[in-house]
């Protein structure tokens, strides 16, 4: 499209906005625009024209029939408040005392009511059925009545508006009103919440001090909390500290009015068997007047969640109520834990899923269903007991007391959630069958220790020698054979930040059984998401399912195509014989049009990895594996996912008017999509890590490396060479004061990793040193300062056998198992790993022994391929680097490779015309290591002074012939920076004074992943806030305003390379 526009004229019609544009300056294209005036007129024009065809193609204006456009306007309106219109839903009536089902009611994340809607049909006589609806209790709080003609809205039991639908601004106006009233006990659920996360600190430090002193002057607390945590210590792990079953009593403390208020259960902390244990220590130290007066100061939150639960009619409602208050109680009580176990819980519509599918396949492959006897069921991490829950509403009545009591079992690690699941799953036993039964068949237990009932060679047996309840149900469970596993395990391989202390910790037989088998068979070098929490989960689950059953569980989806689960997959084939995987996509974690197509995640965004449904059943009459894949369309939104896993079944994938699933057959090296069909094995590889290790075979290079990983980016780099030193100052006396006193009270002030704990565990003394402040490249054509220090950089990898100041030529490309498309870069200095995708690999010209000496890193091997494939005895060693370095760039070549380049170091074909492809990789390495001196591109810069705010008038100036006594000179505060790239403009708008201009296309067309060049360089020189408090706190100097010329004359000059490399790569052969 040309660059340039300029309007001709516009208008506004019939209050849509309009507009004619002509582009220059090569084309004269004129273009009609009809832009709503407001997203709101969008909704309402998209209102009519659905009601206009619902009308024309369906022939009817009933209510059934036209409710559904009206729906969906009112969800547009409701969506930016967080609500949501839902249809055909039981409620209590406005006097608690009958049911009702409006057409719809306005939902918040709660599960809260908002707001209720009544639709009508155009012919009946509106008023006359709003007299009937009030008489049958319906609520006034916050009601729509509608008949497609004319709507009524009723606020706080008074009438507020009556409009005419067919006048948008008045339709717009009910609207607005309807989604944005916040009633009474919504807005005291939502003010308490708040006030929770502020009050609730303070709570925590009065229960742990107070615990903290009954350690030590009370001998009954200290013998029956010794007798609690040897319970523990046997059923859950030997690791758990006194500090985790302080944290236990602590909740248990906070929440025992929580199930009270929200299920009316008085009695359950008196009956649950680790809630008896937990209360037997308690009473050692505190009655329940104390009890009271320690929480008093919180009532109002109890309170709230009272009111906002006698609001709910619907046990399911009910349920996910309670769960949104466990994870929002959880992420303010302990973010350290809710950062451990991810607590994030399935939605329903694919837990519902989960179990039809499962029940289909054990019926197909078995003759048997989730009902019959014998069928155990395991849930190995309950969490708030959503699929127990929901498996119980869906067996048959018949069945259900015989597997409630007997064939349904249920884990859980952390107390709080143990408690909801036990609450939620008698909760709906009581709903389903009238009745009131115990589920004893849940066990506090951590079952990634729980080992005694797997299934295979050289495990030790560690039967339990404790006799509580508890440990009596997990020997009761063992000692079932398992049909079906199912459930959504967690899943985060690295915590956020070590410096919460809570890191994953291992688990010696799982994590050997993964080494033996996905690791042992697979390539992965980045091992640690092998070690991921729902793998651990699987290899569990795989090792604990009898001989005949299915494997169910949701999870992170990066099995299915990541290079480093090769032997995951290779051992899933060996151990099951079918496979189904849906995938559900919404990996975040990818860029440009691939995040679009991965489209919204099904758990409403809060984590960031794509997500599977999968199931693996193991049959022992059957050999081999069938393995069959489907993916959800692109660009689906998570509420097209939802809606997708409700309407579709397992059952239907193979009727050809439903989804279709595709049967892998994997390729030589285990991959199961995205598979190639080329030459790649016959190129010359570039790196092989056997190469590298000197344990044989053929590379071109010998060393390579990932960029360097610091643990510490905030530390460590800086565009000021001088606040780095301080810094790392800072930094290193804080080491140092650590190492003479190991309680420092300072020590958290820095960024700590395993690594350095092991350093001063080991006292090895460190000092700020500033010799090893050197250049890096951090990002894209963003060099910083950085601090090279083995001790204090996470870690360095090859990088002191790489770098060298004086001479040395680097390849960067992407690591192995990159969703991103494939780019390379050259550069001279050191690299950070996150500059490249997955971690990068760089493939240096040189490495370096210990006294300094300069070694080459491309092979003889290499070598003698080169000169005997061109027949040319003098070529060298830095000729094959210019021409590798040239044909990564090659377009064909990645689009001919382009699956191999995500899953495989690159490899390297032979073509025509050696020299030409020599020369123009030296001209591109040159530019793009040397680019800094490349000369400025002649951009056009124009600044716009600001306007000069007007003075309010002063009384005491109010005379012009007064002069002031003195004047204070007025701060100038800096333009507020926008570093905001306008392609189809070609301009840069630095800041609100400055922009460039006259950018030409070929320089945004130069591309490293989905950014430019010149916007790798916009984006690190944004302004934000660092994560780190201490950084934040004392080292935050940063602003855009101090660079902004640096910035300008760096654009200028990557414009010029990013021109001159698209001009280079034009002649490469298409």
């Known amino acids: 499209m040309p660059k340039g526009r300029t309007l001709l004229w516009g208008g506004w019609l019939g209050g849509v906005a309009w507009g004619m544009y002509i582009f220059t300056p090569k084309y004269i294209i ?56 839902i249809a055909e839903l039981t409620t209590h009536s406005h006097t608690q005392t009958a049911k009702i089902r409006p057409d719809g009611i306005l939902k918040n994340m709660m599960k809260l009511d908002c707001g209720y809607w009544e639709s009508k049909d155009s012919k009946d006589d509106l008023e006359k059925e709003i007299e009937a609806k009030i ?45 944005k009233l916040e009633l009474p006990y919504v807005q005291e659920f939502n003010k308490a919440l708040e006030q929770f996360k502020t009050d609730i600190p303070k709570i925590l430090d009065t229960f742990r001090e107070l615990l903290k002193e009954k350690h030590h002057e009370n001998a009954g607390f200290q013998q029956k909390f010794n007798a609690f945590w040897d319970s523990c210590k046997a059923s859950i792990n030997e690791g758990i500290s006194k500090e985790d079953i302080d944290e236990m009593i602590i909740q248990h403390l906070l929440t025992s009015d929580l199930f009270t208020r929200v299920f009316d259960d008085a009695d359950f902390h008196r009956e649950n068997n680790i809630a008896q244990e937990i209360e037997q220590v308690i009473s050692a130290f505190m009655n329940r007047e104390t009890r009271m007066r320690y929480l008093k100061d919180i009532e109002y939150y109890y309170r709230a969640l009272q009111d906002g639960a006698k609001h709910i009619y619907d046990h399911h409602d009910k349920q996910e109520f309670l769960k949104t208050v466990y994870e929002n109680f959880y992420k303010v009580y302990n973010p350290k834990a809710a950062d451990k ?66 064939e349904i079992h249920a884990n859980e690690i952390a107390i709080l959630p143990y408690y909801i699941a036990n609450l939620n799953i008698e909760y709906t036993y009581k709903q389903r069958t009238g009745q009131y039964a115990s589920f004893d068949n849940i066990c506090l237990v951590d079952t990634l220790d729980n080992i005694d009932a797997l ?59 993964i080494k033996n088998t996905y690791i042992k068979y697979g390539t992965a070098q980045n091992q640690i998401v092998l070690y991921d929490m729902y793998v651990r989960f699987f290899r569990w689950a795989s090792d604990r399912l009898d001989k005949n059953g299915v494997v169910s569980f949701v999870t992170n989806s990066s099995f299915i195509d990541a290079q480093s689960f090769d032997g995951f997959r290779k051992m899933a084939a060996q151990e099951f014989n079918e496979i189904y995987i849906i995938d559900l996509k919404g990996n975040a974690r990818t860029s440009g049009e691939q995040r679009r197509k991965e489209g919204g995640n ?99 290079f010998k060393l390579f490396s990932s960029g360097i990983k610091s643990q510490r980016d905030e530390w460590v780099y800086d565009f000021n060479k001088e606040n780095l030193s301080h810094k790392m100052q800072f930094f290193a006396d804080t080491y140092t004061q650590t190492l003479a006193n190991p309680h420092n009270p300072q020590k958290m002030a820095i960024k700590w990793d395993a690594d350095l704990e092991s350093y001063l565990n080991r006292k090895i003394a460190k000092q700020f040193e500033p ?6 490249l951090y990002r894209p054509f963003s060099k910083m300062w950085f601090y090279f220090d083995k001790h204090f950089n996470g870690r360095t990898y090859q990088w002191f056998n790489i770098y060298n100041a004086a001479e040395q030529s680097i390849i960067a490309v992407p690591g192995i198992g990159s969703p991103k498309e494939f780019y390379c870069i050259g550069l001279k200095d050191i690299i950070d790993l996150n500059a490249m995708p997955a971690g990068g690999q760089c493939l240096p010209l040189y490495t370096y022994d210990a006294q300094g000496k300069q070694v080459d890193n491309i092979t003889n091997w290499a070598l003698e391929q080169f000169r005997a494939r061109y027949g040319a005895e003098n070529i060298q060693k830095i000729d094959i680097f210019h021409y590798v370095y040239a044909v990564l760039h090659h377009p064909r070549y990645r689009s001919q490779y382009e699956q191999n380049l995500k899953r495989d170091f690159p490899r390297l074909p032979f073509y025509e015309d050696f020299g030409q492809w020599v020369a123009w990789g030296k001209a591109l390495l040159d530019w793009h290591i040397n680019y800094e001196n490349a000369a400025p591109y002649a951009l056009q810069r124009t600044d716009v002074m600001p306007k000069p705010k007007k003075q309010k008038d002063n009384a005491l100036f109010a005379d012009p012939t007064v002069e002031p006594l003195f004047e204070t000179p007025r701060p100038t505060l800096a333009p507020k920076a926008k570093l905001k790239a306008i392609k189809e403009l070609g301009e840069i708008q630095l800041d609100e004074q400055t922009k460039l201009s006259g950018i030409p296309a070929a320089a945004w067309d130069y591309k490293l992943g989905n950014r430019s060049a010149l916007e790798w360089i916009l984006d690190q020189y944004k302004e934000s806030t660092p994560s780190d408090p201490t950084i934040r706190d004392k080292f935050n100097t940063y602003r855009f305003a101090d660079y902004k010329e640096q910035v300008i004359e760096l654009l200028q000059k990557v414009c010029t390379v990013s021109v001159e490399t698209m001009r280079i790569i034009g002649q490469m052969p298409a």
């Open 135 to 179: 008489r049958k209790g319906y609520p006034l709080s916050n009601t729509v009545f509608e008949d497609s003609n004319t709507a009524i809205l009723y606020q706080n039991n008074d009438r507020v508006l009556r409009v005419n639908m067919r006048d948008d601004a008045e339709l717009d106006k009910l609207l607005q009103k309807f989604v």
């Open 341 to 406: 176990l991810g607590v994030v819980y399935t939605p329903n519509e694919i837990v519902r899923f989960m179990l039809e599918s499962t029940d289909y396949l054990l019926e197909k492959h078995f003759g048997r269903t989730m009902a019959s006897k014998n069928v155990e069921i395991l849930d190995p991490a309950t969490g708030t007991g959503t699929f127990v829950a929901n498996l119980i509403d869906y067996l048959p009545l018949a069945n259900l007391p015989h597997k409630f009591k007997h």
């Open 602 to 700: 099904v758990f409403d965004d809060k984590i960031r990895v794509g997500v599977a449904v999968y199931f693996f059943v193991k049959n022992q009459e059957k050999t081999g594996c069938k393995i069959y894949y489907h993916a959800i369309h692109d660009y689906a939104t998570s509420a097209d996912k939802m809606e997708y896993m409700r309407v579709n079944k397992l059952h239907d994938l193979n009727k050809p008017d439903k989804w279709q699933f595709l049967q892998i057959t994997p390729d030589a090296k285990h991959n199961w999509i995205n598979q190639t069909d080329n030459d790649w094995e016959s190129l010359l590889p570039l790196c092989d890590k056997n190469v590298k290790a000197g344990k044989g075979g053929e590379a071109v």
């Open 455 to 513: 299934a295979y060679e050289s495990k030790q047996h560690s039967m339990f020698s404790m006799s509580s309840e508890n440990t009596e149900r997990i020997r009761r469970q063992n000692q079932r054979k398992i049909s079906v596993i199912i459930g959504n395990p967690p899943y985060n391989a690295k915590q956020e930040n070590y410096n919460f202390q809570n890191a994953n910790r291992a688990y010696e037989a799982i994590d050997k059984r």
């Open 30 to 85: 004129i273009a009609l625009y009809l832009i709503p005036k407001t997203m709101s007129q969008l909704f309402i024009q998209q209102y009519r024209t659905q009601l206009e065809r619902v009308v024309k193609f369906g022939g009817s204006t009933n209510e059934m029939a036209i409710r559904q456009p009206f729906i969906n306007l009112v969800n547009a309106y409701a969506e930016p408040q967080n609500l949501m219109l």
């Open 771 to 776: 010799a090893q402040m050197v250049r890096s």
